[in-house]
Nanobody, 124 residues
Framework: QVQVAESGGGSVQAGGSLRLSCSGS????????MGWFRQSPGKEREGVAL???????RYADSVKGRFTISRDNAKNILYLQMNDLKPEDSGMYYC??????????????????RGQGTQVTVSS
């Protein structure tokens, strides 16, 4: 059974940084798309960043150059380093694990196994 759990959210001012972490179990690195999506009030869920096996990264245009997704394979932890945060980055962030069938899609992250989410609040 796949289980993931997020941590690391918080409140920062615009221009600040946060690092989110996602611990997973039951996930085989070579078989799963792993990534992050977010949900903000009044907005649709947005796939933010993902890792496609073996180690292909994809980012939403809104976060390119500011967010970096990475993984500690030894610890089986997925990270999302978020720099130069903007108020529009605020929302609930979810880690996702979805079995890979080839190309991994950002918009499909919301369909994977996810945790409870972690809140990110960026003030101006």
């Amino acid at each position: 059974q796949v289980q993931v759990a997020e941590s690391g959210g918080g409140s920062v001012q615009a221009g600040g940084s946060l690092r989110l972490s996602c611990s997973g179990s039951g996930v085989t690195r070579s078989d799963y798309c792993m990534g992050w999506f977010r949900q903000s009030p009044g907005k649709e869920r947005e796939g933010v960043a993902l890792l496609e096996p073996p180690d292909i990264t994809r980012y939403a245009d809104s976060v390119k150059g500011r967010f970096t997704i990475s993984r500690d394979n030894a610890k089986n932890i997925l990270y999302l380093q978020m720099n130069d945060l903007k108020p529009e980055d605020s929302g609930m962030y979810y880690c996702s694990a979805q079995r890979a069938t080839g190309y991994c899609y950002l918009h499909a992250l919301q369909l994977g196994a996810r945790g409870q989410g972690t809140q990110v609040t960026v003030s101006s």
